[in-house]
């Protein structure tokens, strides 16, 4: 058993009040093995209180620091680390220009398990314990990041991109080598072999990733769907609704669907542990249908920031109610932090606003990049699942250590809040990665990766 004294956040669980912070000013965290030797919270709460129900225990003392959920990252993209940051004239031209001569690069185990090394890394650095991501269209790219997340036993979720069309050829997907079977045909049998080698191994999840529509011919996304009904426990992740010309293009492609979205579920694509990226552009009907098949959104405001796609609706989002989470989208997305999301988030959600909505508190933004993005995944402990992205007993022990006094103006502003909700904006609004002072893996060997 390990225990930790410090102030301590975690989120209430399902339920009233919705998505509410609860904040220990001088907390304790105790930590230990499950049944599976799965460090997982043991008790967590008030100092003075549990350190008489656990007096054999000597806690690590973290004096002025905050324990927090690791932050969940449901949408990022593994092979776009170098592009972030590349400027240009909207999604379609930025995927032309930048992102598939990039992606094309992945078809090297070498080059793959470098880039694998690094993106683990610098989400770990960021305090990012979760993430649904894309990989390239090459098994390559697969094989390289499962196998980094396992080393580094994060809880990570990534699938081969399917991709047969519509874009320059190294960056589609491969037919067999002897010409047995054709890119299509190919993509939907790795699929499946990657499903075989890596879901449920350890942390690891497998997640079916049509690129978006427009990159996948029909035959594609009806062997996706096939593949989604066989295997109703892997994830499912894609692209809709995020620019103009795109959906223009997704609607021409497929114009018998009653919308960009609908696409997907007439491919048998739309359920329970299926992420979209984007969302921008839907209307009510979208929203239902997100709603009635159990399908989460992930939003990503500094991509969409970025590339001038537009604002995620969250009046629309809460009107309808469907499930949702932060999301970074790197290399679209500008930046690995969390904090950085979440203040993006804020910027967005307030345009058109008088008032801020519950989706733009302080505790609701900080609950969207951990408890909330982990429910979207389905991971919130329901059903005997993994439970992470909050500290609650029985959560999976994936924390940061957060450190207010990180910069000069973080301890200035900081010192000053006299609420849990200024407090949590000082740090979405001024903090990066030098809050993070530490991020902790639950596992058996309970692995701290530490800033350097
Ligand atoms: N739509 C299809 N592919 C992509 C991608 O790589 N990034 C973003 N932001 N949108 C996409
Ligand atoms: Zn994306």
């Given at each position: 058993m390990k225990a930790y004294r410090a102030a301590i956040l975690r989120f209430t669980p399902?339920?009233?009040?919705?998505?509410a912070a609860i904040f220990e000013e001088d907390g304790l965290l105790l930590v230990g093995p499950d049944a599976n030797g799965m460090r997982v919270v043991q008790a967590v709460g008030p100092y003075r209180e549990l350190r008489q129900q656990w007096p054999d225990v000597v806690p690590e003392h973290l004096p002025g620091r905050i324990i927090a959920p690791g932050f969940v990252d449901l949408h990022i993209h593994f092979p776009q680390t170098n592009v972030?940051?590349?400027?240009?004239?909207?999604?379609l031209p930025w995927l032309e220009q930048h992102t598939f001569p990039e992606e094309k690069r992945f078809s090297s185990p070498e080059y793959s398990a470098r880039e694998a090394t690094f993106f683990t890394a610098e989400l770990l650095r960021n305090g990012v314990t979760t993430a649904l991501a894309f990989a390239s269209s090459h098994t390559e790219s697969v094989n390289a990041l499962f196998a980094e997340a396992r080393r580094k036993n994060m809880r990570l979720i990534t699938g081969l991109c399917l991709m047969d069309r519509n874009a320059p050829p190294e960056a589609l997907n491969r037919g067999a080598s002897d010409g047995a079977f054709d890119a299509t045909e190919q993509s939907l049998i790795d699929s499946e072999a990657l499903i075989d080698k890596w879901h449920g191994k350890g942390r690891l999840g497998y997640a079916i990733t049509p690129r978006f529509a427009p990159g996948c011919s029909d035959a594609q996304l009806r062997g996706a769907g096939a593949l989604a009904a066989q295997y109703p426990e892997v994830w499912i992740q894609s692209h809709v609704a995020e620019n103009r010309e795109e959906i223009k293009w997704a609607r021409q492609l497929f114009p018998a669907s009653r919308s960009y979205l609908a696409t997907y579920f007439d491919f048998?694509?739309?359920?329970?542990?299926a992420v979209y990226a984007h969302c921008v552009h839907i209307d009510d009907a979208d929203r239902a249908l997100l709603r009635d098949s159990g399908a989460a959104a992930a939003i990503c405001p500094t991509s969409n920031l970025f590339l001038g796609s537009g604002f995620f609706d969250y009046a629309g989002a809460d009107r309808v109610g469907f499930r949702y989470g932060l999301a970074s989208d790197v290399g679209a997305g500008t930046s690995f932090s969390p904090f950085h999301t979440m203040l993006a988030a804020y910027c967005v959600g307030r345009e058109g606003q008088t008032k801020a909505g519950l989706s733009l508190s302080p505790q609701h933004l900080w609950w969207q990049h951990t408890a909330g993005a982990a429910q979207a995944l389905g991971l919130d402990g329901k059903e005997g699942r993994p439970a992470v992205g909050n500290l609650l007993p029985g959560c999976e022990a994936d924390f940061v250590v957060l450190n207010p006094q990180a910069t000069p103006l973080l301890a200035r502003r900081t010192a000053q809040a006299d609420s849990l909700d200024q407090l949590l904006f000082a740090m979405i609004v001024?903090?990066?990665?030098?809050?993070?002072e530490r991020t902790v893996i639950s596992q058996e060997a309970l692995r701290t990766i530490c800033q350097p």
């Open positions: 399902e339920g009233e009040p919705r998505h972030i940051g590349a400027a240009a004239d909207g999604l048998g694509l739309l359920r329970e542990r001024l903090g990066d990665d030098r809050l993070i």
